[in-house]
């Protein structure tokens, strides 16, 4: 599958518009696109999909190391053999866009540029031009030759300029730009194209969905044709995946709207390997029949209200406590709490499954890739085990003096800062999220045989 990753010089450049954009411009011009998302987010992923209607693949060296990037690049091809070019059918293959994050070279875990690098993907520079000609090809030949500065190996293929004007103002910075930089078009200023954001970033895309017509707007400003012929095919070799053996195990996954954080790879990881089944907290739906559940994280705080009125949470709680093994990720072990305490002060009654009151603040709380030791045996690794991940929250966990921690933090701050994972019964919640090519829900899966 060609690809390529649009890469910005900083954080709030418009990645995000731009990606959707391109999106648009390649559909438009009948061209199948599989998004992806360099780094580990879950809310620019879910536009990418509201736009190219098929989930965008998580390309983070840190949560997935560099086979399982590859591994997770070729399963946007299709089947996980790679056996069909498009998941919609058509006779010719998807291109590829990655969304980079923050800046092109920003992040020591896994940059933008490292995983440009290790796919050997071109870079197409998203620069801010509203205030600037001949300044965004200065900036966009600065960021080329920067990777050889620095000894990474990618190829900064031209720009987009957003926010750019046409005519005298797109002339301009299309005559700057210096040889072996090609301009790609831009995205003209709009309104509508203004994602609202809250804590932890973005609405997400089934929320605050960008309107078409300003897309398509958008994407005659792009050159789409030249945008496809740009994209590669990564230079790594095409190593088999190989079908993981399935478990006797059924796993509910609670899906709506404050538990709607999780990785394709991880559905896709429990429907390969067991029987995957959904229920919604926020609807009231009984705990399905099965042999664990997974919490996702996302915003409980958000439908505290719905939660607590539920009896979905306190069924939760009950059969955790007769041994149904429960695994939350950070909103999900704020659900899986005795307590949730809203911004506004506003106290309600979660699952009780952990011995831990949870708070939200105006202000994060941690945000960082993160390693976790662990302690002993527990749902999603062996005693010794050291598993990755990534923690972006606003809430604080107080936590009883004799509660049980599965991880000692390697990196990251956990829950208590030295701590990550609190234990109870055959239960476990987290701060961090995980990525299935970390093996942590392989685990979770032997454990329910």
């Given at each position: 599958?060609?690809?390529?990753v649009?890469g910005g010089?900083?954080?709030?450049v418009?990645?995000?518009?731009?990606?959707?954009?391109?999106?648009?411009?390649?559909?438009?011009?009948?061209?199948e696109?599989?998004?992806?998302?360099?780094?580990?987010?879950?809310?620019?992923?879910?536009?990418?999909?509201?736009?190219?209607?098929?989930?965008?693949?998580?390309?983070?060296?840190?949560?997935?190391?560099?086979?399982?990037?590859?591994?997770?690049?070729?399963?946007?091809?299709?089947?996980?053999?790679?056996?069909?070019?498009?998941?919609?059918?058509?006779?010719?293959?998807?291109?590829?866009?990655?969304?980079?994050?923050?800046?092109?070279?920003?992040?020591?875990?896994?940059?933008?540029?490292?995983?440009?690098?290790?796919?050997?993907?071109?870079?197409v520079?998203?620069?801010?031009?509203?205030?600037?000609?001949?300044?965004?090809?200065?900036?966009?030949?600065?960021?080329?030759?920067?990777?050889?500065?620095?000894?990474?190996?990618?190829?900064?293929?031209?720009?987009?300029?957003?926010?750019?004007?046409?005519g005298?103002?797109?002339?301009?910075?299309?005559?700057a730009?210096?040889?072996?930089?090609?301009?790609?078009?831009?995205?003209?200023?709009?309104?509508?194209?203004e994602?609202?954001?809250?804590?932890?970033?973005?609405?997400?895309?089934?929320?605050?969905?960008?309107?078409?017509?300003?897309?398509?707007?958008?994407?005659?400003?792009?050159?789409?044709?030249?945008?496809?012929?740009?994209?590669?095919?990564?230079?790594?070799?095409?190593?088999?995946?190989?079908?993981?053996?399935?478990?006797?195990?059924?796993?509910?996954?609670?899906?709506?709207?404050?538990?709607?954080?999780?990785?394709?790879?991880?559905?896709?990881?429990?429907?390969?390997?067991?029987?995957?089944?959904?229920f919604?907290?926020?609807?009231?739906d009984?705990v399905?029949?099965?042999?664990?559940?997974?919490?996702?994280g996302?915003?409980?705080?958000?439908?505290?209200?719905?939660?607590?009125?539920?009896?979905?949470?306190?069924?939760?709680?009950?059969?955790?406590?007769?041994?149904?093994?429960?695994?939350?990720?950070?909103?999900?072990?704020?659900?899986?709490?005795?307590?949730?305490?809203?911004?506004?002060?506003?106290?309600?009654?979660?699952?009780?499954?952990?011995?831990?009151?949870?708070?939200?603040?105006d202000?994060?709380?941690?945000?960082d890739?993160?390693?976790?030791?662990?302690?002993?045996?527990?749902?999603?690794?062996?005693?010794?085990?050291?598993?990755r991940?990534?923690?972006?929250h606003?809430?604080?966990?107080?936590?009883?003096?004799?509660?049980?921690?599965?991880f000692?933090?390697?990196?990251?701050?956990?829950?208590?800062g030295?701590?990550?994972?609190l234990?109870?019964?055959?239960?476990?919640?987290?701060?961090?999220?995980?990525?299935?090519?970390?093996?942590?829900?392989?685990?979770f899966?032997?454990?329910?045989?």
């Amino acid at each position: 599958m060609n690809g390529f990753v649009l890469g910005g010089v900083s954080s709030g450049v418009g990645k995000t518009v731009a990606t959707l954009s391109i999106i648009q411009a390649l559909e438009d011009a009948g061209h199948e696109v599989q998004p992806a998302k360099a780094g580990p987010d879950f809310i620019d992923p879910s536009h990418h999909e509201a736009i190219a209607g098929r989930p965008s693949r998580t390309l983070d060296l840190w949560l997935c190391g560099e086979d399982g990037l590859r591994r997770n690049y070729r399963r946007g091809e299709g089947d996980i053999d790679g056996s069909h070019p498009s998941v919609r059918g058509t006779s010719s293959p998807a291109i590829c866009v990655v969304e980079g994050v923050m800046g092109l070279y920003d992040g020591d875990g896994s940059s933008t540029a490292m995983v440009a690098e290790a796919l050997d993907l071109p870079v197409v520079l998203v620069v801010d031009a509203k205030a600037g000609m001949e300044s965004v090809a200065a900036t966009a030949l600065g960021f080329r030759e920067y990777a050889a500065e620095i000894g990474r190996d990618i190829d900064v293929a031209g720009v987009v300029a957003q926010r750019a004007h046409g005519g005298r103002h797109e002339q301009g910075i299309r005559d700057a730009l210096p040889e072996g930089l090609e301009y790609f078009g831009r995205i003209p200023p709009n309104d509508d194209l203004e994602i609202p954001d809250r804590h932890l970033g973005l609405e997400m895309g089934g929320e605050a969905a960008l309107p078409r017509e300003a897309l398509r707007e958008a994407a005659e400003s792009l050159a789409a044709e030249r945008l496809a012929d740009v994209a590669s095919e990564p230079s790594a070799p095409r190593e088999p995946i190989e079908p993981a053996e399935p478990v006797d195990a059924t796993v509910a996954v609670a899906s709506d709207a404050a538990f709607c954080f999780r990785y394709p790879a991880t559905l896709e990881r429990f429907r390969e390997r067991a029987e995957l089944v959904t229920f919604s907290p926020v609807a009231g739906d009984p705990v399905p029949d099965c042999d664990g559940v997974y919490l996702p994280g996302g915003y409980p705080e958000l439908h505290a209200d719905a939660l607590e009125s539920a009896d979905t949470l306190a069924e939760l709680g009950d059969l955790a406590a007769d041994g149904l093994p429960v695994l939350g990720e950070c909103g999900g072990l704020m659900a899986m709490s005795r307590s949730l305490t809203t911004a506004d002060g506003e106290r309600h009654e979660m699952a009780g499954i952990l011995p831990a009151d949870v708070t939200m603040h105006d202000r994060y709380q941690a945000l960082d890739h993160v390693e976790l030791e662990a302690v002993d045996d527990t749902l999603t690794a062996d005693a010794g085990e050291t598993i990755r991940g990534h923690e972006f929250h606003y809430s604080s966990a107080a936590v009883d003096a004799d509660a049980r921690f599965a991880f000692e933090t390697v990196r990251g701050d956990g829950i208590d800062g030295n701590h990550d994972g609190l234990t109870e019964y055959e239960s476990l919640g987290t701060y961090v999220h995980v990525h299935p090519e970390s093996g942590a829900f392989d685990r979770f899966l032997a454990r329910l045989e």
